[in-house]
Structure formats: structure tokens, C-alpha cells
């Protein structure tokens, strides 16, 4: 749905091609790379909503409370890929705030370390 | 879950730091049955597609044709604090996915190797894969009901596993059991940061 009513395939066109119609044929997100624990979370109102579509809409509902782009992926039932596209646009916009994990290509610092070890034994 | 405080002082959104745990192992080993019986919520689903060109060509035997295939992730979540949340991931089949398993195993804490005694071979691509990377992993036997019970020591040298690598026992499907193999493999990592440091 690109909301924009370019309906030009129809469902003999598989389930594949509609993620691919709802980034507009994009599939590399513009903006930095997105991990799959990338936190996302919302600003609390849109920049301009009336110039996004439903997709871009219902993942500033999701993200309302901080969310990772495999969770954003998960709840919107889209591939990874799509979801990225559709949230470099909202970073773009300024309308969500991420944080990468702590350091991408190391492993977490020993405080951080010892956070997850207390909170994992008090669950 | 811990409540997520909205705001840092000053009007910042807080947005937490993420972390992970990967956890592998050979089909069936329980995986996604750890997953489940640690997390906060359901196991998710999500799926990547990707093209052949994301894909190792020697391993594309089968698949024809300009097809996109599709690699699926489960995954977990526990909510340690409004600032940090952990995922675990569990790894999908070995071999043709590998290259997922690098963004997995990227950035983790380590990763939980599950052997299932009955079939060890299937938990070797898994055990290789970590030791190359050098990424912490530990490995926890699952202990199904009907396989015979063996003694840690018979499981190390049966997977000719350095000493240094943590053998651990235990049954996915008790979420004690699945909360102390994760401790064990935090731990696990952090004397490997108090080694080097």
C-alpha cells in the first residue's frame, strides 16, 4: 500500500512484490546502517504526517516505547529490508531517535556486562 | 517488563542500549525453546529476503533460477532496565545462512552452543563457527528425556572442546535451567574481558 494509488501489479504478482511497492522499489536505506537491535523509538508527534504513509504511520505507533528494527520488522509483518527503508525515511525526517548497540563491532564493556548478568538473574 | 521511564531529565527521550545472546546449535536442539522459556514475550518472527547475491555461490546448489529466498529469525527479549534491554537470537539452519549468523554474532555477548547428545555432529558447523571468530560461546547440553545422560567431561572430549570453553548441563524447556545458561555465558564472557585486561 504506497497510498498514493499506483496500484500497477495485482495479486498474480506474488507476496513478494508488495513490500518492494511500499518502499517504492527501494531496497538500501539511505541513512546509516541499521542492526537488527537498533533501538527505535518515536518522537511524540510526526514532523509532518500528513506526508507519510500508513506503514511509516503505524511504526511511529509501535515505537511509541523504544522497539529494535527486528521487533518493528516482526510486529508490521515486513522483511528486515523493508523495515529499514522505511525507518531511514523517518530518521531522515527527525521523527525517530535510534541508538546502535553499545559498540557494534565489540563486545559490551564489563559494567554493561555485569547489568545484564543482575538483571538476568532477577527475572 | 520494567516500566520505560519516558524521559531522560531535560526532555531527551530515553532510548535504551541494546545487547545480544546468540543462541545456536544443530535443528532441534531447542533454540527456539530456550528462547521461549526466557522471554518476556512471545518469540518473534521476522524474515530477510535476500537476493543471490547475498548468498555464498558455492552454496546455492538447489536453488534456481533469480529467486529471492528468504532466512528466518526467531528471537526474545528481556527488559533488564529502562536503559538496557537484551535480545536473543536464535540462529537459523547452518550453511547456506552463515553470512546472517555474522550479523547475529556481531556486537553479541556470545553465543549458547545447545548440543543434543543424541546427535552431536550437528552442533559441530556452530562450535567452528564461534571458535574461528573468537566470540565467546559456551555449550549447554539439552537434556532430552530419552537421551542417555552423559557427564560434561565425556561431552568435552566428545566435541574436543578447549578447557576454557564452559560445559554446561541443562533442559531448555525450564526457564531456571535456560536462566543460568545465559548466566553462564555473561560470566563466561566477562572473564574473558578480566583475561585480557
Given amino acids: 500500500m504506497t497510498g498514493r494509488g499506483d496500484w500497477w501489479y495485482d495479486e498474480a504478482a506474488g507476496p513478494v512484490v508488495r513490500p518492494y511497492a511500499m518502499v517504492r522499489g527501494r531496497t538500501r536505506p539511505v541513512t546509516a546502517e541499521l542492526h537488527l537491535v537498533t533501538q527505535v523509538r518515536a518522537m511524540p508527534s510526526a514532523s509532518d504526517p500528513e506526508s507519510l504513509t500508513v506503514e511509516h504511520l503505524e511504526i511511529m505507533e509501535l515505537c511509541r516505547r523504544p522497539l529494535s528494527v527486528a521487533e518493528v520488522a516482526a ?26 548497540p553499545a559498540r557494534v563491532a ?6 554493561l556486562l555485569q547489568a545484564v548478568l543482575d538483571g538476568v538473574r532477577g527475572i | 517488563m520494567a516500566s520505560v521511564e519516558s524521559e531522560r531529565p531535560g526532555g531527551e527521550l530515553l ?18 525453546t530456550m528462547v521461549k522459556s526466557v522471554s518476556e514475550i512471545a518469540p518473534l518472527h ?38 538496557i534491554v537484551l535480545y536473543l537470537f536464535g540462529t537459523p539452519g547452518q550453511g547456506r545462512f552463515w553470512f546472517m549468523w ?34 565467546p560461546f559456551i555449550v549447554a547440553v539439552n537434556c532430552f528425556d530419552d537421551a542417555h545422560k552423559y557427564a560434561v567431561d565425556e561431552v568435552r572430549g566428545a566435541l574436543d572442546l578447549d578447557k576454557s570453553i564452559p560445559v554446561m548441563l541443562c533442559d531448555v524447556r525450564d526457564r531456571e535451567s535456560s536462566k543460568s545458561v545465559l548466566v553462564g555465558i555473561i560470566e563466561h564472557a566477562m572473564s574473558r574481558l578480566d583475561a585480557m585486561a
Fill in chain 1, 106 to 111: 565489540e563486545i559490551p564493556d564489563r559494567n
Fill in chain 1, 75 to 100: 510486529y508490521l509483518d515486513v522483511p528486515l529490508v523493508v523495515v529499514k527503508v522505511l525507518l531511514s525515511d523517518l530518521i531522515q525526517r527527525g521523527d525517530v531517535v535510534i541508538r546502535d
Fill in chain 2, 15 to 32: 532510548v535504551p542500549t541494546p545487547v545480544k545472546i546468540v543462541i545456536a546449535g544443530g535443528f532441534g536442539t531447542g533454540k527456539t
Fill in chain 2, 102 to 135: 555474522d550479523e547475529l554474532a556481531q556486537g553479541a555477548i556470545g553465543a549458547v552452543v545447545l548440543v543434543d547428545t543424541r546427535r552431536l555432529d550437528s552442533s559441530f558447523p556452530s562450535i567452528d563457527f564461534f571458535e574461528r571468530r573468537d566470540i
Fill in chain 2, 46 to 83: 521476522t524474515e530477510e529476503l535476500l537476493t543471490e547475491a547475498s548468498v555464498g555461490v558455492d552454496d546455492l546448489a538447489g536453488v534456481e533460477g533469480k529467486t529471492t529466498t528468504t532466512v528466518a529469525l526467531d528471537f526474545g527479549r528481556i527488559t533488564i532496565s529502562p536503559e
